[in-house]
Each structure stands twice: as C-alpha cells, then as structure tokens.
C-alpha cells in the first residue's frame, strides 16, 4: 500500500469512527437511564448482560448506518425531486408528487404497520370486529390506507402552503380545532389510536423525504426562505392522520 492510499484509509477510519462515536453520544442518554435505573432503584444486574451489551452495538451501527443513509440517499433524492419538479413548472405534477410521496412513504412505514396489526388485533379481542384473519387484515388495511391517504392530503396541503405563502400557525390551529370536534363525535374506540396515527406516521421513513421535499422547494421559489417556509410539512403530516382516522372510525365502528 502506497502513502497516499495509507492516508485515505485512515480518513475513511477517521470518519467511521467520528460517526460512530456520534450515534454513541447520541444513545448515551438512554443508556445512562436503563443504567441508573437498574443498578440503583431496581439493584438487579441485566439479564442477558452480553446480548444486551452485542444489541447495543447491533443499534450503534444500525444508526450510523442510517444516519449515513439519510445524507446520501434520502435527502437528496428529496431536494433534487423539489427542484426539478419546480423548475417544470406544472402544478399538477407538482402536487401529485407531493400526494404520491405522502401516501407511498406512509404506507410503507414500519411503525405504522407495526400499530395497525396490534389495534386490529386488540379490536377483535374486545369484540369490535370479527377475530377472524380476513377481518383482522381488512381492518389493519383500512386503517394503514386511512393514514397514508391522510398523508397525502397534507403533504399537499403543505407544499400548496409554500407556494401560497400561507401562514403556518393558521392552519395549524384550524387543523387542531377540527381534531377536537373530531373528537367529540368520534367513537372511543378509535380516538386513542388515532392520537397515536398522528406519531406513528412521521417517523423513520416518512420524515426525511418530506422534509427535504419542503426546504427543497422553498431554495428554489422566489421569496420563500427554506428556514421560515420549508418547515411545517411534518407538522401536516402529524396532524390529518388524527382527523382521518377517527372518520375512519366513524364509519366501521357505527
């Protein structure tokens, strides 16, 4: 191995090892509770003390790894898609990108379809819908469907607010007051995962690419600012899932 490529072997090394060290500090605060919790309140050593000390660096590198992915992949590919769709200049291929980003990205969450199985599961133990798997499915599906249409709606609604230069805390509260009449009409069945929806869906997946979507799309429109209106698609995206899936509930639970 020559000089020069000795040195950037070790950069590579220097940069591996400065990222992970980040998503170390980055977990560490979890870390330190288990720790304290365990040695001092309940005073039990842990269980399986070398599959939790190999899953925690199973976890380290899973979220370099991911991070790493993040600022290669998703986030560009975000940016690039605003800009170019932008510079098109059709609206309407514009906001079906917007629509169809919101709905793929949900729908493939894997939280999302982590809690639509487990509330399709506790529905049919309390007797609100069959306990059949063709019920148990239908229902998981329907309201996975429900949150990724919902998704899209406010993606849309989102980058329609960018272009517009709509106010964001406006339609927030618009949003939020909807939700509490929602609620007061919805089924108590359905209120609490519907609150939930709201979490579920802006996670691993979904964040990223609409994020980057939003600054993306403000870089590039005269008199917007990618600080004050590329952010506030997540805030969308959070909220609508709470709405729709109580409507949702609404016409399965009654």
Known sequence: MNVKSHSQARSI????????WSS???LLP???????FQAVVLRQPLPNLEDVIFGGILVVLGLTLFMQGLEMGLFPIGENMAHALARKGSLFWLLSFSFALGFS??????ALIAVAAEAASIAAQGSL???GEESLTSYALGLRFSVAFSVGVAILVGVLRILK??????LIIIGYVLVMLMTLVAPSEIVGIAYDAGGVTTSTVTVPLVAALGVGLASIIKGRSP???GFGLIAFASLLPMIFVMGYGLIIFN
């Open 13 to 20: 090394l220097k940069a591996v090892l400065r990222k992970l």
């Open 24 to 26: 170390f500090k980055d």
């Open 30 to 36: 979890i870390i330190l509770v288990i720790a304290f």
């Open 105 to 110: 990205t949900t729908v493939a969450e894997p």
């Open 129 to 131: 819908i069959a306990p």
């Open 165 to 170: 230069g709509w106010p964001v805390h406006y």
């Open 227 to 229: 600080l004050l209106d």
